[in-house]
């Protein structure tokens, strides 16, 4: 059983588009995190959100933590072919921040 | 500032010949993270290390793998007799537990096992 859930697994849109992808676990967590990993490269972090309720922004992305620190999303405005990539949201367990990832989002942008 | 580097890049080898990667981190990060990701799914914990002492091994690490990090800077993951099962990307990803904690990854060295 995965810890962290995201939905949906594949998305495939146009440019110009908007899309928001989910990110569900029944733990609690102190703190979650996104992550962007292109094709061969590691994971780059995006945002940590770490208050219940918080909202981050970051140009046209938005994050979300849930009030009871079990869930998050991502939103993206007017997607762009360069925003394509595999989404990935990651909780800090606790023990030394050892990351538990969730199942990922594939975003597909095209013109 | 250099990031987190490994190497290899690509490794290719037939079932049953052993395998060592290595990770140099980011120069003043004290903890060392190994993960792994097979295709479709996001990264798996391995085990890290904070300076030279090898502090937490995922149930995910056979007897086959072995870690390692001498002086506390760069760290080698070794697979002994290598399955298929073990082809996958191998993450490195280091932090300083004075600066926030956050974790830098690495490219990555994808192995594949015929």
């Known amino acids: 059983t995965q810890l962290l859930e995201q939905s949906p697994q594949f998305l495939s849109i146009q440019e110009g588009e908007n899309l928001t992808v989910y990110c569900n676990s029944s733990?609690?967590?102190?703190?979650l995190q996104w992550y962007r990993q292109e094709p061969g490269e590691g994971p780059v972090l995006l945002v940590t959100?770490?208050?219940?309720?918080e909202v981050k922004k970051l140009k046209r992305l938005t994050f979300q933590f849930g009030d009871a620190r079990k869930d998050s999303s991502l939103h993206i405005t007017a997607a762009q072919p360069g925003d394509t990539g595999l989404y990935l949201c990651?909780?800090?367990?606790?023990?030394?921040?050892?990351?538990?990832f969730g199942t990922g989002t594939r975003l597909q942008v095209t013109l | 500032d250099t990031g987190v580097s490994q190497d290899p890049r690509h490794k290719i080898t037939k079932r049953g010949q052993n395998v060592t990667f290595r990770c140099d981190p980011i120069?003043?990060?004290?903890?060392l993270y190994w993960y792994r990701q097979t295709l479709g799914q996001g990264p798996e914990f391995l085990t890290y290390?904070?300076?030279?002492?090898?502090?937490?091994k995922s149930r995910l690490l056979s007897d086959r793998f072995s870690a390692e990090r001498p002086k506390g800077s760069f760290s080698t993951l070794e697979i002994q007799r290598t399955e298929q099962g073990d082809s996958a990307m191998y993450l490195c990803?280091?932090?300083?537990?004075?600066?926030?904690?956050?974790?830098?990854f690495g490219p990555g060295t994808r192995l594949l096992v015929l």
């Open positions: 990651a909780a800090d367990t606790g023990t030394a921040s050892k990351l538990t």
């Open positions: 120069s003043e990060h004290n903890r």
């Open positions: 290390f904070q300076n030279e002492a090898q502090l937490e």
């Open positions: 990803a280091s932090s300083s537990t004075v600066l926030q904690e956050t974790q830098y």
């Open positions: 733990s609690v967590f102190s703190s």
């Open positions: 959100v770490v208050t219940g309720g």
